[in-house]
């Protein structure tokens, strides 16, 4: 006779709602509209304007969309935590963040770009580390890493879409015209009409203006997630950064292995966009399906490396999607056409399916409940410092090998090499970290089990 168990006996995850997903969608949406072409509008204004290109610049604007967020995440995560009203924080980060990114169109010159693009990566940090706590606080440790990639499934479904619409968008010339009639006598001031050697902007104007749409929806929904209800008679500490990474620890020690890789992988990432804008001449639709190639290798492995960090824990899928990356900036560095570009974006969406919810969830395993905000903007903000760091003198070494030798084919081969190789030997010091528990499985043992003629009882008897 089996036993039934009683109430008490019985454990039900909680789930994230159905709004959190909605948002959440609607977010990554917004983000996939601007984000893959952001770069390549700088690109196209700097060669309207002076006929050339200039990588300090490049790394500047690279770095002030790493710097803003990295500097004032902690402040957002700990007074969200301070307050307790976590979902106002991300409705009005939503907002402010894609609002301000129709007003690019505006920028006459790269340097009022780089002023905007910090602007609005300043606001748009409001809502990182408080959409991470919010969805922390609605889902259960033992679910964790399945939540989170059922999110990550639906979130970059949502970017892969847009990405794909605005980059059809942007080579769609009809577009524009339509939109001035659409809104009568507005239309020529939402949509002015530029000169020949601004025209570029014209491809842009979609993509720009439904991101300000998209991010009031998504605001406006946000404000109707039930929020999980926290102690409100614990402590309301502001914790600061030197406290939590002066307290020795796993937390402490994941965030100092997390920032040399953090600068070996900025180093790239102002190259890779003059890659397909210089050396191949792609259109925005072929940035598009580049981007949209990584979106959809991280929807492919998402929710099973999620599942998979349930089992066999954080450390080993961190070590996955780390340790292969290095090959990206390589790839990269020997493109010959647009396919080297496809094949290096697959690769990097793999990685990024493997370490990235498995980061947020590790951070997540290691970090008290009432300060998992604060936990996840330290975080951010001493990789982010890093990303700053990476990016600027990228852009500077990069300039100074174009001054010496005259070849901007050979400059951007050498940082993107560089960058391959410092991912390299970063990598290995994820080998540091620390589990705060033990997991049932290992990740040999589920590899083994898709082989022909290998069962997991035998493995684990």
């Not at 977010?27 to 984000?35: D, I, N």
């Not at 793999?350 to 951070?363: E, K, L, P, Q």
Request: charged letters at 15%; hydrophobic letters at 50%; proline letters at 5%.
């Amino acid at each position: 006779m089996t036993e039934t168990p009683t109430p008490a006996e019985k454990t039900e995850f909680r789930k994230l709602p159905a709004r959190a997903y909605i948002v959440g969608a609607l977010t990554q949406f917004g983000v996939g509209l601007y984000s893959p072409f952001i770069q390549a509008y700088l690109i196209d204004m700097q060669e309207a304007l002076r006929g050339v290109q200039n990588f300090v610049e490049q790394g500047v604007f690279r770095s002030v969309g790493n710097v803003a967020p990295a500097v004032l995440q902690p402040v957002w995560g700990a007074t969200s935590d301070k307050v307790r009203n976590t979902k106002a924080f991300v409705a009005f980060g939503l907002m402010t963040g894609l609002l301000v990114v129709y007003m690019f169109l505006w920028a006459a010159t790269p340097f009022e770009m780089i002023v905007l693009y910090g602007i609005q990566s300043v606001l748009f940090s409001i809502q990182i580390p408080t959409w991470l706590s919010l969805v922390g606080g609605l889902i259960d440790e033992e679910n964790r890493g399945d939540e989170l990639g059922k999110l990550g499934l639906a979130t970059n479904i949502a970017s892969l879409s847009a990405t794909l619409i605005s980059g059809f968008i942007a080579v769609l010339p009809a577009l524009v015209p339509i939109l001035r009639s659409l809104f009568g006598d507005l239309g020529p001031v939402l949509f002015p009409v530029h000169l020949d050697e601004q025209s570029f902007r014209e491809a842009y104007y979609g993509p720009f203006f439904f991101t300000a749409i998209v991010g009031i929806i998504a605001s406006l929904l946000s404000t109707r997630i039930k929020e999980h209800p926290k102690d409100q008679n614990g402590p309301r500490k502001f914790p600061p950064i030197l406290r939590l990474l002066s307290k020795p620890g796993a937390f402490r020690r994941f965030c100092f292995i997390a920032v040399f890789f953090s600068f070996a992988m900025s180093i790239a990432w102002s190259y890779f966009i003059v890659v397909q804008k210089t050396w191949l001449n792609n259109s925005n639709f072929e940035i598009a399906i580049a981007s949209a190639a990584m979106t959809v290798s991280i929807v492919i492995f998402t929710v099973p490396f999620g599942k998979l960090s349930d089992k066999v824990g954080r450390k080993p899928l961190i070590l996955l999607g780390r340790g292969l990356l290095f090959l990206v900036p390589i790839l990269y560095a020997f493109a010959q056409n647009v396919y080297y570009v496809y094949a290096a974006n697959i690769l990097a969406g793999f990685c990024v399916a493997s370490g990235m919810n498995a980061v947020t969830a590790y951070i997540y395993d290691i970090s008290p409940e009432e300060e998992r905000g604060s936990h996840l903007a330290v975080y951010a903000t001493f990789t982010g410092i890093f990303f700053l760091i990476g990016s600027l003198i990228a852009g500077i070494l990069g300039q100074v090998i174009l001054d010496v030798f005259g070849d901007a084919h050979f400059s951007v081969f050498v940082m993107l090499m560089l960058s391959g190789i410092l991912r390299f030997f970063a990598s290995f010091f994820y080998l540091l970290i620390r589990e705060p528990k033990e997991y049932a499985s290992t990740l040999w043992i589920e590899f083994r089990t898709y082989l022909p003629g290998r069962r997991h009882d035998r493995d684990i008897a």
